[in-house]
């Protein structure tokens, strides 16, 4: 009886590895893949409760931001980056934007300008992208004084 116990232990083991190895592939899938399509073409409108800094908000209405400030960590507040094109924000060394922070997934938005509008869009990441404390859903239009959060990053397009 002890060999037929360790060939079932034996084949428990070769099934709980097995499921070790499907779980990795399924998080390397999911941080590789891009999104489903449908997401990408989807544009939603902002939301409906006004942001943090309303002032700033009032001040330029009507504008497009230029450009993309870190507010926080206090350590790389400041940081511009001119919006042009598209912006790619993430960990990986190819990004736009590099954010070597634990919660930004390789690559983990876009900020983009279309029609002379400027666009955040989540790329799939694991925890999200914020824009204004709304998770980003889509294409979601961003206005001056409006703020997205990657991780432990706030920017704010200025």
């Known amino acids: ?16 590895l097995y499921l070790f190895f499907l779980r990795v592939l399924r998080a390397v899938w999911a941080e590789v893949t891009p999104p489903k399509a449908a997401a990408e073409s989807a544009v939603v409108p902002p939301p409906s409760k006004p942001p943090k800094i309303k002032s700033v908000r009032a001040s330029k209405k009507g504008s497009v931001p230029t450009k993309l400030t870190v507010v926080e960590p206090i350590a790389r507040a ?3 980056f001119p919006l042009g094109g598209d ?3 993430g960990r ?7 954010l070597d922070e634990q919660y930004v997934s390789q ?12 666009f955040v869009e989540d790329l799939g990441s694991t925890n999200g992208t ?9 294409q979601m239009h961003a206005r001056p004084g409006d703020r997205i959060q990657i991780g432990n990053v706030i920017l704010e397009f200025r």
């Open 1 to 16: 009886m002890p060999e037929q116990l360790l060939t079932v232990l034996k084949l428990c083991l070769l099934a709980l």
């Open 78 to 80: 400041g940081a511009d």
């Open 87 to 89: 912006l790619t924000l």
């Open 92 to 98: 990986a060394p190819g990004c736009s934007v590099v």
């Open 107 to 118: 690559v983990h938005s876009r900020v983009f300008q279309r029609d002379n509008s400027v």
């Open 130 to 138: 914020w824009l204004n404390g709304v998770r980003a859903v889509g």
